[in-house]
């Protein structure tokens, strides 16, 4: 960043600088004062296109990187350092080109309105074909950073040709426009861009905004300082990047879907990314014609119609034995738990929380999971809350016979929190007297330190606990915690009236809490709590090798 009290234009280049006493694109000395404001003004407004284009980059990689792999922790910490870093080599990388600033501002903007617009898809594309995300993220996100913080210097240099200004009040100006650019471009990226174009379109249409802002600010305020040759390189290299992103605009609905399907096995016949999630549904048929339909939350597989009713029957079940006319769901959107419960009669009442409306409504409307959850939804003593179950079990008042946690796997910071001591201790204030819940608890075999690291943490929040395991081809050996409040466990057992299931009786259930040796309770394992998620270092760890 240039802090010269030099009189600008005493260096001279192919730019031929101007002397403050013409501004850039003055006629004549009389006129220079209204010129120089709005001159001022063209370049801070610049500056603040730029800060919100910039940071709309930063937060679309953090995004497709919680999309993609589920660390949204790690994924910020890796993108916000290395781009930070990178800013300032990008800084000092443009010291010495403050003697063309236009012209190098202009094409800093182009260069990073081209790979900043494109980068997401070409991330994308990367994870999808050629398994080498990380590489690929480490790199986009230094030559991001670099660019980015090439800007600040050269319109540093710009601003003070403008009007000979304190270096210190130049640099509020310009760092003023820049953290409100800044603060637009984080707001609209997720309540604006994501929801109307997605994170591919949205990319590439702030990357055709960032390359007509350098541009425009070089040609409508600095156009003097040019040669034609100049102005003609960089004004076919900006119609070359926007035609680039306008052409990848067009064709990004069809690279999605294809990205999308070399992520599946199976042909996918329904996604949507919502703001929390990307959902896919994917259906195949076997040989001997048996359909298998599954549904993908963030690639993680949530079901498998070929073996659900012995995951769903575990879940259920179990908790089913007592009381059981006010039942609570958390989680569960697809309506397979709510299936199982609802095939006893005597049940009055069952809340169902879950926090991606997309999840509900898909769960209500697409024939292949009406058709799995048999209509679950329109049974008039069902009550759905699309809510975050966290935020809403502080909210309730009312008690529950039955508690089910259907959650996803504790694989992210956002779902983490949902197998925490202050969660279990949150459901156990919605627990009615003698009230059971079961939580599942995802793979012994697997994830043994995740599964036992699950029921340390709801022994510390006051929960009695009887772990179990079932085997569901599609998971593997998957386990299971039923718990109720107080000192002593309830018994594993089904109930009198449990209606006819298909892979659960007595005996099976009784087998269920019996673990081998090499999988048994691990000593030492620690609960995990929101400050200290020790079930996120388990659970990535465990998967790791899988």
């Known amino acids: 960043m240039s802090t010269s009290t030099e009189e600008p234009g005493q260096h001279r280049g192919p730019e031929q600088e101007t002397s403050t006493a013409t501004p850039p694109g003055s006629d004549s000395a009389g006129s220079t004062a209204p010129r120089r404001r709005l001159a001022r003004a063209t370049v ?9 284009c910039g940071l709309v980059y930063e937060l679309a990689l953090v995004a497709l990187g919680s999309y993609l792999i589920g660390d949204t922790v790690g994924q910020a910490s890796i993108v916000l350092s290395l781009m930070v870093f990178a800013m300032g080599i990008g800084a000092l990388a443009a010291k010495p080109l403050q003697r063309w600033a236009a012209t190098a501002f202009a094409a800093v903007e182009i260069l990073l309105a081209l790979l900043g617009g494109l980068s997401v898809l070409g991330l994308y594309a990367a994870f999808a074909w050629l398994s080498l995300y ?3 993220l480490i790199v986009t996100a230094l030559v991001l950073g670099t660019l980015i913080g090439a800007e600040i210097p050269l319109l540093m240099v710009l601003l003070q040709r403008i009007r000979r200004q304190e270096a210190g009040s130049a640099v509020a100006d310009l760092f003023a426009a820049d953290y409100v650019g800044a603060l637009i471009g984080g707001l609209a990226f997720p309540f ?32 003097r300082e040019l040669t034609k040759r100049i102005t003609l390189l960089l004004v076919v290299a900006s119609l070359l990047a926007g035609g680039t992103l306008g052409g990848a605009y067009a064709l990004a609905d069809e690279f999605e879907v294809t990205a999308r399907q070399a992520l599946y096995a199976d042909p996918v016949v329904y996604a949507q990314r919502t703001q929390y999630q990307e959902i896919v549904l994917t259906r195949s048929m076997s040989l001997t014609g048996t359909a298998d339909t599954r549904l993908f939350l963030n690639g993680d597989l949530q079901f498998s119609s070929v ?33 199982e419960v609802l095939r006893y009669p005597d049940v009055e009442q069952v809340t169902l929380v879950e926090m991606d409306p997309a999840v509900l409504k898909l769960a209500r409307t697409n024939p292949l999971l009406t058709s799995l959850n048999e209509n679950a939804f329109d049974d008039p003593r069902v009550n759905t809350i699309a809510a975050d179950a966290f935020s809403w079990l502080r909210q309730s008042k009312q008690r529950y016979d039955v508690v089910l946690v259907d959650m996803p796997d504790p694989d992210s910071t956002a779902t983490a929190k949902l197998y925490s001591t202050e969660f279990y201790a949150l459901v156990g204030h919605v627990m009615a007297e003698g009230a059971r819940l ?7 075999y697997f994830a043994p330190e995740a599964f036992w690291c699950i029921e340390a943490t709801m022994r510390r929040a006051g ?14 050996q998957w386990g299971f915690q039923l718990a109720r409040k107080g ?25 269920a809490a019996v673990f081998p040796p090499d999988r048994d309770r691990i000593p030492g394992v620690e609960a995990s709590t929101l ?3 020790t079930i996120l270092e388990y659970s990535r760890g465990a998967w790791r090798n899988y």
Do not use: K
């Not at 801070?44 to 919100?52: D, M, Q, S, T």
């Not at 769903?312 to 738990?337: C, N, T, W």
């Not at 929960?463 to 569901?472: E, G, H, I, N, R």
């Open 44 to 52: 801070l407004v610049a500056v603040f296109v730029c800060a919100a």
């Open 134 to 136: 990380m590489p690929a």
């Open 192 to 223: 604006l861009l994501l929801p109307l174009f997605g994170q591919i379109q949205g990319a590439l249409l702030v990357g055709m905004l960032n390359a007509a802002a350098g541009l425009g600010l070089v040609l409508t305020v600095y156009r």
């Open 307 to 339: 073996d659900e009713p012995r995951y769903h029957e575990a879940l259920v079940h179990p908790a089913m034995a007592g009381e059981h006319s006010r039942v609570l769901i958390l989680g569960g959107g697809d309506g397979l738990a709510l299936r």
């Open 438 to 444: 079961i939580v599942q608890s995802g793979s012994p």
């Open 463 to 476: 929960l009695a606990t009887v772990p179990y395991s079932v085997s569901v081809p599609s998971f593997g």
């Open 487 to 511: 000192a002593s466990p309830p018994a594993l057992r089904l109930p009198a009236d449990a209606p006819p299931l298909r892979s659960l009786d007595p005996a099976t259930l009784r087998a």
């Open 531 to 533: 400050m200290h998620p």
